[in-house]
């Protein structure tokens, strides 16, 4: 779960940074940057997997292109930092389990574009990256004070720099933990430090690139999720929802008992039939010559209708309540315009569910689930608690030596009223919002 992020010299985005919520909705009009930010962490999760080149590739534009730009000049470097809670406990790829005391983590990156003599773009690497536990005096998720976590100051940074700033030392703490780092040349690093952790002897990194890796970002294809798919699909929603039967079949296998048959499905259809009443069941079926899974769903003229037949809007929310309804749920899930699919009487309603879905306890075997949403909708925005607002805009700066003027992404998390107001870079009136809103915008 990420508490904080930090960006810089990453597309729209100048000395930026925003505090996060578990339910966390971003609101504000088309091109004010909110696409940016969900791009900025996709790039992050991708950094802790792959190499650099892979996870450009994986973004809309040129690698150049990432990269801050203005009128008069390019930026040539980008900086990331990401605050994060992490789960307690573990297990890795080869079943070896892990318990980490700390839980709070603070993680830090520096990119940069390296150019030919004629000063094309060649390529791009690590420039710094670092890790280190963070203090709880230290920690700014003010709600998390009623967590029980586990800090831990006193231990040493996870990934440093060294001394010759010409390589990365990644620190043992686990079974090894007093074993001497391990360097790796900072020359050309085509990767990042934390994308090589891929067991639990570094307990806290693996944590780290688990909770990365863990974002999720939901872009649900009607088409795809409409598929009836065989038994060897991933038991986790793809982001485009195209392996939805599977996940339901195994959903259905793994939460049915005797007193609840379909188990968690029976929720999924009662949320569903919240959202649209004319829906009153959710079926799955396994069809055993042909190793496949499909789904359908009942509806209160007693017609059952194949996910062939089901609306867009429909199997868009059913993908998102397949999502909040499942037991294993974990980590963050960034979602694009919620509210598409529902009618605006029952916006309300699906706040609800995913204001109910996000949950924070980091003890025992719980597991931090957060929301990030994205909308320019004033119907969700009527729906959602001050302290879960965050209004996104572009703002215009000057360059104080060349004066030209460039605009960046700001993002304002006070919303208050406006006996409150001192700061207007940070506060502003729900109001202003909805001004926000209805400013008209080129879209992104």
């Known amino acids: 779960m990420l508490t904080r992020i930090e960006i810089d010299g990453f597309k729209t985005f100048e000395h930026f940074s925003l505090d996060l919520q578990p339910f966390t909705a971003i609101v504000g009009p088309n091109a004010s940057g909110k696409s940016n930010l969900f791009d900025a962490l996709r790039f992050l999760s991708l950094l802790a997997q792959v190499d650099i080149r892979t996870a450009m590739q994986d973004l809309r534009g040129l690698p150049e292109e990432l990269f801050r730009q203005t009128a008069t000049k390019s930026a040539d470097c980008m900086s990331f930092a990401v605050e994060v809670?992490?789960?307690?406990?573990?297990?890795?790829?080869?079943?070896?389990?892990?318990?980490i005391p700390a839980q709070r983590l603070r993680y830090e990156l520096k990119l940069e574009l390296k150019r030919d003599s004629d000063g094309s773009?060649?390529?791009?690497?690590?420039?710094?990256?670092?890790?280190?536990?963070?203090?709880?005096?230290?920690?700014?998720?003010?709600?998390?004070k009623s967590q029980k976590i586990n800090y831990n100051a006193r231990i040493s940074p996870f990934i440093r720099?060294?001394?010759?700033?010409?390589?990365?030392?990644?620190?043992?703490?686990?079974?090894?933990?007093?074993?001497?780092?391990?360097?790796?040349?900072?020359?050309?690093?085509?990767?990042?430090?934390?994308?090589?952790?891929?067991?639990?002897?570094?307990?806290?990194?693996?944590?780290?690139?688990?909770?990365?890796?863990d974002l999720?970002?939901?872009?649900?294809?009607?088409?795809?999720?409409?598929?009836?798919?065989?038994?060897?699909?991933?038991?986790?929603?793809?982001?485009?929802?195209?392996?939805?039967?599977?996940?339901?079949?195994?959903?259905?296998?793994?939460?049915?008992?005797?007193?609840?048959?379909?188990?968690?499905?029976s929720d999924i259809a009662a949320d569903l039939s919240s959202?649209?009443?004319?829906?009153?069941?959710?079926?799955?079926?396994?069809?055993?010559?042909?190793?496949?899974?499909?789904?359908?769903?009942?509806?209160?003229?007693?017609?059952?209708?194949?996910?062939r037949v089901i609306s867009d809007g429909t199997l868009r929310l059913l993908a998102l309540l397949t999502v909040l309804d499942d037991p294993r749920r974990r980590g963050?899930?960034?979602?694009?315009?919620?509210?598409?699919?529902?009618h605006e009487g029952r916006v309300p309603m699906l706040v609800e569910f995913l204001r109910n879905a996000a949950q924070v306890h980091a003890e025992g075997d719980d597991r931090p689930f957060q929301i990030l949403l994205n909308t320019h909708s004033p119907k969700v925005?009527?729906?959602?608690?001050?302290?879960?607002?965050?209004?996104?805009?572009?703002?215009?700066?000057?360059?104080?030596?060349?004066?030209?003027?460039?605009?960046r992404t700001r993002m304002r998390t006070g919303v208050?009223?406006?006996?409150?107001?001192?700061?207007?870079?940070?506060?502003?009136?729900?109001?202003?919002?909805?001004?926000l809103l209805q400013k008209p915008t080129d879209a992104a």
């Open 121 to 144: 773009p060649r390529s791009v690497y690590v420039r710094d990256e670092r890790c280190f536990p963070i203090a709880r005096r230290d920690d700014r998720a003010t709600y998390l």
């Open 161 to 213: 720099v060294n001394d010759s700033h010409d390589a990365i030392e990644i620190r043992q703490d686990g079974r090894q933990k007093h074993g001497r780092p391990i360097s790796l040349s900072l020359t050309e690093a085509s990767r990042t430090a934390l994308s090589t952790v891929t067991t639990a002897e570094f307990p806290h990194l693996y944590a780290l690139r688990e909770a990365l890796a």
């Open 381 to 407: 925005m009527a729906a959602l608690k001050d302290e879960e607002i965050v209004a996104a805009d572009s703002v215009m700066t000057i360059d104080a030596e060349t004066r030209a003027k460039s605009n």
């Open 275 to 307: 959202l649209i009443p004319s829906v009153c069941r959710l079926e799955v079926s396994n069809d055993v010559g042909q190793r496949q899974f499909s789904f359908s769903l009942g509806f209160a003229d007693s017609l059952n209708f194949s996910s």
């Open 216 to 265: 999720r970002f939901l872009e649900i294809n009607p088409k795809a999720a409409r598929s009836t798919n065989d038994r060897f699909e991933d038991r986790i929603l793809k982001p485009d929802a195209s392996n939805l039967a599977a996940v339901l079949a195994h959903l259905k296998s793994e939460t049915a008992t005797d007193m609840r048959p379909e188990g968690v499905l």
């Open 85 to 99: 809670l992490l789960e307690r406990r573990g297990t890795d790829a080869f079943g070896r389990t892990y318990e």
């Open 416 to 435: 208050a009223s406006q006996s409150d107001l001192f700061d207007p870079e940070h506060y502003l009136t729900r109001t202003e919002v909805e001004r």
């Open 332 to 342: 963050t899930l960034c979602f694009e315009e919620p509210e598409n699919g529902v």
